[in-house]
């Protein structure tokens, strides 16, 4: 188990040095940061002062040992934008994404769970074929025109819900609908697929032999043999689930970490980009050890 | 699957397999209205510039946020007009054509190349095997999105980086299943019998077991399709897929955005239009799925006894 964790581990740190590298050098390569925050009519001089107090008059190998240097340090920078530790800036914005996509995924997990078995109990009944083209919609809207045409109808047309920012929990209801529309269609698909062939197997056919109610034999028996898959697909959904969440966010103004992102890039604050990414990074590979964990408890022939 | 398709005679094969196969796409209406869909999609497409192309471009400041469903000003504004008396119905014929192609364009690429890598890292076990498959975990564990904003904004936002970083990000999905495939295939006799006559990697790679992968990926592909037509519609409406005047239907997307409150089908016209296609495709794939699994074939057989 924890020789399993620790490979896993090493395997990681190399995918997030390997990112972080890759992004390190792009960065550098969309030009002069000092073109964007000095004044246009700024001397040469004050150019190379500023070029000079970032670190962006030396050799690009030497910025990366640099920055190299000060990760060990687990200095990760200040952002040129904010004149703060470009950490402390990602780490502000990522609760406000980790609340957002924990509540969309949760929600479609559970409806999708509850809306795929019953699709599967009765196949190609009415409620399945409705199920089965409400969760292929889902799964192919873009999700840009989902959240605006939401805003034209609730907030300008109806002005029931606010058009964006945080607040109370009627901030959060489009939000969470758009982001969730995507999770909610594939994971329905994907429970009534796995459920599908679990009613077909022969201890289905005992348990109804015995006299168990449908209900039962659906949700107690065929559901926890199809969770395991479920649970992969929702583990690789939540990766996805970050590309909603810039979307979601740049278009509701939520401050999270997609829009922090997204702004960075603009503005070329390279130290945030980084961070962002490192502290992304690092949640994902989380998720997956917490999904590998989830296995073993969900099925007991899986030993790390 | 092709040792027996050789054995049987191919001509009398075919025909009844295709016949079988339109047979169960009228069975399943919603998948018949999903390929009548696609295919006058592609026909506009690949007609529509040429049709109608100046009427695309054509500025008519009369016609400024013309409002849907009126004829006056002739059919082409049928669908209204945008901020610059554009009429949006051919707008979106020849936003067809570019979100399509771009999106071909994208799909091709990943499969040539991540199948090539997947070819290569499935049949050697070098440094670059590990090389390749740390490559693809490292793309594939980073929000796609977030990847193709910073390599675009890096390369600059054109048609051809617009592709590369589409490519990029589904270049791993293919790498994956071809190598998958070949770990199971370079065990099989042909292969040994083909290294054993003297054919070196290249070849027995190319010759042999390519040919086998690529059913596969091209199945694949048609899935992938709709996912890359709604990455290219999210980066172009984030202001950094394809640059005017050149247009997709997530850039008129994004030009709509600002006219929400005072002209609507500005920007609902060609979501909708991305949300038709990709719909079609994942219902059509679904179909196929359908098809394909014996274990549920039988449904649109037993429909087939009870609709006679």
């Known amino acids: 188990m924890l020789h399993y964790l620790g490979r896993r581990a090493s395997y990681s740190v190399i995918s997030i040095l390997g990112l972080l590298t890759l992004v390190f050098f792009l960065t550098r390569l969309t030009g002069d940061p000092s073109a964007l925050y000095l004044p246009l009519d700024s001397t040469p001089e004050a150019r190379a002062a500023f070029a000079h107090l970032n670190g962006l008059d030396q050799p690009i190998y030497i910025q990366f040992w640099n920055y190299l240097a000060d990760l060990l340090r687990l200095d990760f920078g200040e952002s040129m934008r904010q004149h703060r530790s470009a950490l402390e800036v990602a780490l502000e914005a990522f609760p406000q994404t980790l609340k957002l996509a924990f509540v969309a995924m949760l929600l479609s997990l559970t409806l999708a769970i509850v809306v795929g078995s019953m699709a599967a109990a009765r196949p190609r009944g009415l409620f399945d074929r409705i199920a089965t083209v409400v969760s292929l919609a889902g799964a192919s809207a873009p999700d840009f025109w989902v959240a605006i045409v939401a805003i034209l109808v609730f907030a300008v047309g109806l002005g029931v819900l606010p058009t964006s920012g945080t607040g109370g929990w009627e901030f959060w209801v489009m939000p969470v609908f758009v982001l969730m529309l995507r999770p909610f269609g594939l994971l329905v698909q994907v429970v009534r697929g796995t459920m599908l062939s679990s009613l077909a197997s022969p201890y289905i056919k005992t348990a109804r032999a015995k006299g168990l109610a449908r209900h039962t034999v659906v949700f107690g028996h065929a559901l926890r043999n199809s969770l395991l898959p479920v649970i992969t697909v929702a583990g690789d959904l939540s990766t996805g689930l970050i590309n909603g969440a810039v979307i979601v966010e740049s278009v509701f103004g939520w401050p999270g970490i997609g829009k922090l992102m997204i702004d960075s890039i603009i503005q070329r604050d390279f130290a945030v980009v980084q961070s962002t990414i490192l502290v992304t990074a690092t949640a994902i590979f989380i998720l997956n050890i917490l999904i590998d964990l989830l296995y073993a408890v969900l099925d007991p022939r899986v030993r790390y | ?308």
């Open chain 2, 1 to 308: 699957m092709s040792d027996i398709s050789s054995v049987v005679p191919s001509t009398s094969a075919a025909k009844p397999r295709g016949r079988v196969l339109f047979n169960y796409l009228k069975r399943d209406r919603l998948a018949l209205v999903a390929v009548v869909f696609l295919a006058i999609l592609v026909i506009a497409a690949l007609l529509g510039p040429w049709l109608m192309g100046d009427a695309a471009t054509k500025l008519g400041l009369r016609h400024r946020n013309m409002a849907p469903f009126q004829i006056d000003a002739g059919w082409l504004y049928v669908l209204g007009a945008d901020t610059l008396g554009r009429p949006i119905l051919p707008r979106l014929v020849v936003g067809a054509g570019n979100t399509l192609g771009i999106a071909a364009a994208a799909v091709f690429t990943s499969m040539l190349v991540g199948g090539l890598l997947g070819l290569v890292a499935g049949y050697s076990e070098n440094w670059y095997s590990h090389v390749i498959q740390r490559g693809a975990d490292i793309i594939m564990s980073f929000p796609s999105l977030l990847l193709a904003l910073i390599v675009l904004y890096t390369l600059g936002p054109s048609i051809t980086n617009l592709v590369i970083v589409l490519a990029i990000t589904r270049v791993p999905v293919y790498l994956r299943t071809a190598r998958a495939e070949v770990l199971e295939l370079r065990e099989r006799m042909f292969v040994s019998a083909a290294r054993a006559m003297g054919a070196n990697s290249a070849r027995i790679i190319l010759r042999h077991i390519a040919p086998l992968v690529l059913p596969t990926l091209i199945t694949i592909s048609a899935i992938d399709f709709a996912t890359v037509i709604l990455a290219e519609s999210a980066l172009s409406f984030l202001g950094l897929g394809i640059q005017p005047p050149e247009f997709t239907w997530g850039a008129m997307v994004a030009n709509g955005r600002g006219y929400l409150s005072t002209a609507w089908w500005i920007a609902f016209w060609p979501g909708l239009a991305i949300m038709l296609t990709t719909l079609s495709l994942n219902i059509l794939s679904s179909w196929a799925r359908t098809v394909a699994d014996p274990q549920q074939r039988w449904r649109l057989q037993t429909l087939k006894k009870a609709a006679r």
